[in-house]
C-alpha cells in the first residue's frame, strides 16, 4: 500500500505522472472518492505520465474519453451514471479491458463487483479544504 | 449463392466466402487487435486471393450476437454497409449457433460458451445429429454455477467451444465428467461455420435487408444485473 499526502492539485498532478511510470499496459485503476477530490488533475498527470500528449478531458458526459497519442493507451471512464450490468456492458468496459492499455475508473463505486481482480484501487480522502490522502493499494504499489 | 461471412463477435475475427456449401476461402485472427482495424483488410485479402469480387457476393452473413458490445457493432456496420451498397440480402445468425456449426456432420451434444465476464457466460445447447441439428436451450446469460447444474446431469458428451470453453472447461470438468473441450483449432467462431449456418437459414428463408439487420445483446437476469455496486450485495 502507498500512501500520499497530496498540499495542491499541482502536487496530485506531479504524483500522478510518477504512479503513471509504474504502470503496465492492461492495468487497471479504479479510483474512489467523491467529488472536488483532485480527480481530474490526477487524470491530467497520469496522462503525461504515460507519455501521452492528447488534451485531458473529463469523460462525464462520454462515459469513456480515449488517449491514444502516446506510448501506452489510456481509457479513462466515469461510471457515475452506470448503475447495472447492461448499461456497463454497452459503455463497451468489458472490450476495453481486452486492449492493451490502462484503463482510469471514475466513480469505481458503481462498479466495484464488475472490477477485474487485479485492479488497483486508488482512494481519495479529504484532509481539509486544499489537502488530499492518496491510498494505493493493489500488486507493487 | 455466393456467401461472404464475417464475425467479430468475441475475442477472435474472421471472415469466409462460401458457394453452395464449398468453402473457397476463409480468414480467421486471434491476436489482441482491434477487430474495426482489421475485418475489412482481412475481408479484402480474402476477396484478392480467392480471385472474387464483392459484387459477385449474393448474400452477407453475420453473427449478431450474443458477445462483446464493441465487436457485434464492428461486425453488423461493416455487413450493413456491404449489403446496404450492393442491395444485397442479409442473415444473422445467434454467435452460439455459429459455434454449433463447426460441429456440423457429427453425433454429440454442443455448449457454445462465450465469457459474459463476472462469472457469467453467454450459453445455449445443442444436438448434432448428423445433418440435423436440435437446439435444446435458447441463447442465455447464465451464472457459470448454473451452467454446471445443466450440463451435469447430460448421459452424454458435452463439447465445450466460444471463448469462454476453456476456462468453463477448467472450472468444471473435475465436477463434469462428461465435459469435453473443442480441439483448439476448433475452439473460437470461424466465419465458415457461420456462413454454413446462413446458408441453411437462407433455405429457409430467414433472410434479411441490410436495414433490418439488427444486434441481439442478451441481457442478464435482473438480480444479476443490479448487483454491480458492492454495498448493495452484501
Known sequence: MTRFISHSAEETEQFAEQFAKKLRPGDVVACFGGMGMGKTVFAHGLARGLGLSDEVSSPTFALVQEYTDGNIPLYHFDMYRVSDFDALYSTGFFDYLEQDGVLLIEWSEQIESALPPGAIRLSFARLDENTRELTIEGEGF | ?234
Not at chain 2, 461455420?193 to 439488427?214: F, H, I, K
Not at chain 2, 444486434?215 to 442478464?220: E, F, G, Q
Open chain 2, 1 to 234: 449463392m455466393r456467401i461472404l461471412a464475417i464475425d467479430t463477435s468475441s475475442q477472435s475475427a474472421g471472415c469466409a466466402l462460401l458457394e453452395d456449401g464449398r468453402l473457397l476461402g476463409e480468414f480467421f485472427t486471434n491476436v489482441k487487435l482491434t477487430h474495426s482495424q482489421t475485418i475489412l483488410p482481412m475481408v479484402q485479402s480474402l476477396l484478392d486471393q480467392t480471385r472474387a469480387s464483392l459484387s459477385d457476393v449474393d448474400l452477407f452473413a453475420v453473427t449478431t450476437g450474443p458477445g462483446s458490445f464493441t465487436g457485434l457493432r464492428i461486425g453488423l456496420s461493416a455487413v450493413k454497409g456491404m449489403a446496404h451498397a450492393l442491395g444485397k440480402p442479409c442473415v444473422g445468425v445467434s454467435t452460439l449457433e455459429a459455434l454449433a456449426w463447426q460441429f456440423c456432420g457429427q453425433e454429440l451434444l454442443v455448449a457454445p460458451v462465450l465469457d459474459a465476464r463476472c462469472a457469467q457466460v453467454y450459453t445455449a445447447l445443442f444436438r448434432w445429429e448428423g445433418e440435423t441439428l436440435t437446439r435444446l436451450e435458447p441463447d442465455q446469460a447464465i451464472p457459470i454455477a448454473q451452467l454446471e447444474q445443466r450440463l451435469k446431469n447430460e448421459k452424454n458428451a458435452v463439447f465445450l467451444v466460444g471463448d469462454g470453453a476453456e476456462m468453463c472447461y477448467n472450472m468444471l470438468n473435475e465436477r463434469v465428467p462428461l465435459l469435453r473441450l473443442a480441439p483448439p483449432t476448433m475452439r473460437y467462431t470461424h466465419a465458415g461455420a457461420l456462413a454454413l449456418a446462413a446458408e441453411r437459414a437462407a433455405g429457409l428463408g430467414y433472410t434479411v435487408s441490410a436495414e433490418q439487420l439488427a444486434p441481439a445483446y442478451l441481457r442478464l437476469p435482473q438480480a444479476e444485473r443490479e448487483l454491480l455496486a458492492k454495498q448493495q450485495s452484501v
